[in-house]
């Protein structure tokens, strides 16, 4: 891990110099990890969660996890100070992302409340009450898209990649299928 790396650093794979290439979540507007079954994405989301658990505190990082395998990804994450929730059926995805576009709202009105643009410039006025970033995991996604319910969560999330950014949340999505309709 580079020194100068922040605290939302990932690692994202191994260079041609053999060398892992880490890059900020700060600095992405959000992630795709795709790849076919026994490709190395659930090793690349392990890789990437325990990372940021590493070299942040709950104070600074909360993770909500979707693991839409029945909670088979995800399951040892339970009992994480971090981790405010880990979503294992399509059913809860749809509130969750209701939950987070709520949260995204509130923390735009405290960045307009104070005057600044972003989450950063936030946390230096407020070092003594930061705004934690969320990191929204959400693992086989293409299993929520092709669900019955699959237009609506994908409504919601483009909401929150498009808007939420500013604020700390920032999403990794993952998914075996990674055409046009998933």
């Known amino acids: 891990r580079p020194a100068s790396a922040d605290g939302l650093a ?19 507007y959000s ?14 989301i ?17 993770l909500v996890l979707v693991d ?8 040892f994450f339970q009992g994480v100070p971090h981790v405010e929730s880990i979503i294992e059926q399509r059913e809860a995805v749809i509130p969750a ?14 960045l307009k409340a104070e005057r600044v643009k972003n989450i950063g410039e936030y ?19 293409a299993d929520m898209k092709l669900a019955a319910e699959g237009k609506e969560a994908e409504e919601l999330l483009i909401n929150i990649s498009s808007r939420f950014r500013a604020v700390g949340i920032h999403i990794v999505l993952c998914t075996q299928v990674p055409n046009k309709d998933v």
């Open 10 to 28: 990932i690692p994202l794979g191994v260079g041609a110099d053999r060398r892992v290439v880490w890059r900020s979540l700060s600095q992405m």
């Open 31 to 44: 992630l795709l990890v795709a790849g076919t079954t026994g490709g190395g994405k659930s090793n690349e």
């Open 46 to 62: 392990n890789a990437m969660i325990c990372a940021l658990l590493r070299h942040n505190s709950p104070r600074k990082l909360r």
């Open 68 to 75: 839409l395998k029945g909670g088979v990804e995800f399951s």
């Open 97 to 110: 992302l209701r939950r987070l576009i709520t949260d995204g709202e509130a923390r735009l009105e405290k």
């Open 123 to 141: 946390n230096f006025h407020n070092r003594s009450r930061p705004m934690p970033h969320i990191v929204v995991v959400i693992d086989g996604w």
